[in-house]
């Protein structure tokens, strides 16, 4: 399996609270990506980076803002919490082959 | 918006037999992959096969293979001799190659897989 974790794994929030997500890798990759997953939807692409401190939105990206400062991790930052934000997080990594790997997710509940 | 569509919200086989799940796409690019992503309960995202669209081959993995037609924007996934393992969430999704797509990902809505004994 590739080397990634997310950190916390679990969180409970209140609304107007913010909220960082963290996503470590040990591969190397220069790709990473943040997605949601939420019931009828699939995962959908929230953020994602293509190098140190090369970054880019992705289709729902409004209420959120990442960081990229080292090769390794990957951080997602909810500004002030909604509960429209409760939600599973994964992150990704890939290299040039396209082939994405996911970390085990993080679920998120804003009350 | 360039989509991907899983018209089977669920299926099911009996352990043993055959099942095709369905997956169309809709995209303007002549270069791109296509991919099946199983999501068992662990959650845990896991890639099961992927195609190139400029190979005509259709990929093959162990009991996974793929029916890929490109001019009908098709995807489907056949799994054989189903398995109590295989039972999960199964998730299409499509990766623009090239440029500055990034290898992004666009995800169907996913097809619930259930396997009886």
């Known amino acids: 399996d590739a080397g990634i974790t997310q950190s916390p794994r679990h969180k409970v929030t209140e609304t107007g609270t913010p909220v960082t997500l963290r996503c470590h890798q040990t591969?190397?990759?220069?790709?990473m990506y943040w997605y949601r997953q939420d019931p009828g939807h699939g995962l959908r692409l929230i953020h994602y980076?293509?190098?140190?401190?090369?970054?880019d939105k992705g289709e729902v990206s409004d209420g959120y803002s990442v960081s990229r400062s080292k090769t390794e991790d990957f951080l997602l930052t909810l500004e002030s919490a909604t509960s429209s934000q409760t939600s599973v997080y994964f992150c990704?990594?890939?290299?040039?082959?396209?082939?994405?790997?996911f970390g085990p997710g993080t679920r998120l509940t804003v009350t | 918006a360039q989509t991907v569509t899983q018209s089977q919200p669920e299926m099911s086989v009996q352990e043993a037999e055959t099942v095709t799940l369905s997956c169309t796409y809709d995209t303007s690019e002549s270069d791109y992959y296509l991919f099946w992503y199983k999501q068992p309960p662990s959650r845990q995202m896991i890639l099961v096969i992927r195609q190139e669209a400029y190979k005509q081959q259709n990929a093959t993995e162990n009991r996974f293979s793929v029916n890929f037609q490109k001019a009908a924007k098709s995807f489907s996934l056949k799994i054989s001799d189903s398995q109590l393992g295989d039972a999960a969430m199964y998730f299409c999704?499509?990766?623009?190659?090239?440029?500055?797509?990034?290898?992004?990902?666009?995800f169907g809505q996913g097809t619930i897989l259930t396997v009886h004994p």
């Open positions: 980076s293509y190098g140190v401190k090369d970054t």
């Open positions: 591969e190397n990759h220069r790709y």
């Open positions: 990704a990594i890939s290299d040039r082959s396209y082939e994405q790997y």
């Open positions: 999704a499509r990766a623009n190659a090239g440029g500055t797509s990034y290898g992004k990902l666009t």
